[in-house]
């Protein structure tokens, strides 16, 4: 693992891209060398090939609401004899009582998937501006 006030030019192809939340302020607000170092080290040491990882959301979110992807469906599950319907994707609020009408809130079912989709897709086409010289990319 490499310190990231000794990081050389070639550690730094190490690069672990962070799309949004607190990461992407932390960059925008100047703290440069500010790095997570987790897997993008084990498996930058693993390969002979450099390695991007594109991180792309925050914490603190459910893989089934935040991060519920595209094709997944509702369901109902009972809590302390009530029955609730759970978002499938795109639906909104989280839950609800079964047989009543569902209120949106201003976030929905995958919402954090989608836009991480996104994020992710957005960084592969500019890959050259994340990855100087880099010439292709495999996910």
């Known amino acids: 693992m490499v310190d990231a006030e000794m990081a050389t ?3 730094l192809l190490q690069a672990q891209v962070y799309l949004s939340g607190l990461q992407q302020r932390i960059a925008e607000a100047g703290f440069e060398g500010f ?6 080290h084990h498996v930058g040491n693993l390969l002979d090939e450099p390695v991007l990882i594109l991180k792309s959301c925050i914490g603190n979110r459910s893989l089934g609401w ?3 992807p595209p094709g997944s469906e509702s369901y109902e599950f009972e809590d ?3 029955v609730y319907t759970y978002a499938g994707y795109k ?3 989280l839950r609800w009582e079964k047989g009543t009408e569902p ?3 201003g976030w929905y079912a995958g919402m954090q998937y989608d836009g991480d989709i996104a994020n992710a897709k957005q960084v592969l086409t500019e890959l050259d501006k994340y990855y100087p010289g880099a010439q292709g990319y495999e996910v």
């Open 9 to 11: 030019e070639a550690d």
């Open 35 to 40: 790095m997570t170092h987790g897997i993008g």
């Open 66 to 68: 935040d991060l519920l």
């Open 80 to 82: 302390n004899g009530t």
């Open 91 to 93: 639906q909104s609020p």
């Open 103 to 105: 209120e949106p809130i």
